[in-house]
């Protein structure tokens, strides 16, 4: 029998989490964010957060709602744009920041859920991100020594997920969970939808349950859209 | 000279069939425009989808669909989705063959300038060090000169670097210039500038040909 991973709700999955942790976020921009989770986090009041996540939401939603409360005190991420709060707190020097390459940023967490303490990339050679990072050459080209990143607790947002914990995404809200859910010593999965062990197909699961603690059933999702970029609709008449 | 979409109108000319291709933000997301039908390429995104299509008719926009733009988009037959790692696992092991991307600054060694103004709010650099730093074919979509008219293609980058000796072509409202042995060169004249117009607008060396053909841009 699968070991089971189910929790009640976001209350019981964030058990544990305290003031000073460093976390994991998946999401790109406010695709594919823990909602809930973050909801129980405003909710705890923990604080002095370090937050590993590509972005950093927009005032109101994502992790907006946790810098508006001044929860966290260091940002990783690769693209912070879109948040005035941010920016105010970054300019007046309440907020750290490291800014780091995309790729680098998911291969680190790849990395430290994969026991790889360190990996080269070009990324970054020559470039501000290099200083103090060691260089060597491979093939000629000129590589950047960038180490593993893990965190206390990773927060990923799955599509379906049973109560194995094995995990499905939708669509491009898949990008930074799967490496997060990798990289955290406690990993809590919300979903849209949760089912039974055995329901969904071995062959098509993204995440497999052993990356994942937690495992709950997220409700009201709201999934809003930044750039909402449509084509008209035209009736063939008048096409 | 050429407006936006003239830029991308060009560059479109540059894509072959077979290829995978990332868009930048701006300019170059325009490219997919001007693809000619029945041409076999595929566009990446690399928040984590192959086969990306246009934007959605209205009402039919999917929160969890969108562009490293974070604007909604559409998937094509063919499409796959993937996570970030995978993504630019595709873009560091070199499997995408065009990397097209906006920028500040160009210098003439081919080191690129396009994400942080020293004094101004830093957003990041989101995927553009990791792509500029693997792709071995990457062009430049950008006005030849910034708003308070000065030249974007200088003899070295004075804002803080993407990459280094990465851009090969550059295409501007001006010209399309190939760089090579330090130096900018020029290839092609948009339609109705001269090449006098362009050597002013150049701050960086330029190689001007005996022959400087115009663009052909339909």
């Known amino acids: ?239 | 000279m050429l407006d936006k979409n003239g830029i991308a109108k060009r560059i479109a000319q540059e894509v072959r069939n077979g290829w995978y291709v990332n868009l930048g933000i701006g300019i170059p997301t325009l490219v997919a425009n001007y693809i000619p039908d029945g041409m076999e390429v595929e566009f990446q995104s690399e928040n984590g989808i192959l086969g990306m299509g246009p934007f959605p008719l209205e009402g039919d926009e999917d929160a969890d669909l969108i562009n490293a733009g974070k604007q909604t988009i559409t998937a094509m037959p063919g499409a796959v989705y993937f996570d970030s790692a995978t993504s630019f696992a595709m873009i560091r092991g070199q499997h995408v063959q065009l990397t097209v991307l906006g920028a500040m600054e160009v210098a003439q060694n081919g080191d690129i300038a396009n994400w942080k103004i020293p004094g101004k709010m830093v957003k990041g650099m989101g995927g553009a060090m990791d792509l500029v730093a693997s792709a071995e074919n990457i062009i430049v979509a950008m006005m030849h000169t910034n708003r308070a008219g000065q030249s974007k293609l200088l003899e070295a980058c004075s804002l803080p670097l993407t990459g280094v000796g990465c851009v090969k072509r550059v295409v501007t409202n001006l010209a399309v210039l190939d760089i090579r042995e330090g130096a900018f060169h020029l290839v092609e004249r948009a339609p109705g500038v001269t090449v006098e117009e362009i050597v002013a607008a150049t701050a960086g060396t330029l190689v001007v040909p005996d022959d400087v053909p115009e663009m052909q841009i339909s």
């Open chain 1, 1 to 239: 029998m699968a070991i089971s991973k189910v929790v009640t709700g976001s209350a019981a999955a964030c058990s544990g989490v305290q003031s000073g942790m460093t976390l994991m976020l998946g999401g790109f921009g406010l695709c594919g964010i823990p909602e809930c989770s973050i909801a129980e986090l405003v909710r705890l009041e923990v604080n002095d957060l370090t937050c590993i996540s590509n972005n950093a939401g927009v005032d109101d939603f994502g992790l907006g709602l946790l810098l508006q409360k001044r929860q966290i005190r260091k940002m990783i991420s690769s693209y912070v744009g879109e948040n005035d709060e941010f920016e105010r707190q970054m300019l007046s020097g309440e907020l750290e920041v490291d800014l780091i390459p995309q790729g680098s940023l998911a291969e680190r967490c790849r990395a430290g859920g994969a026991g790889i303490p360190a990996f080269y990339t070009p990324a970054g050679f020559g470039t501000e991100v290099a200083e103090g990072k060691e260089v060597r050459k491979f093939n000629g080209k000129p590589h950047i020594l960038e180490s593993a990143l893990t965190a206390d607790f990773a927060f990923v947002k799955a599509w379906k997920g049973d109560t194995a914990g094995n995990l499905v995404y939708k669509a491009t809200a898949r990008n930074f969970n799967p490496m997060m859910a990798m990289a955290g010593k406690i990993t809590i999965a919300e979903v849209e939808e949760l089912v039974p062990e055995g329901t969904l197909n071995p062959n098509e699961i993204h995440t497999p349950g052993i990356f994942v603690q937690r495992i709950f059933k997220g409700e009201g999702y709201e999934k809003r859209i930044e750039q909402r970029t449509v084509r008209p609709r035209q009736t063939e008449s008048n096409a």
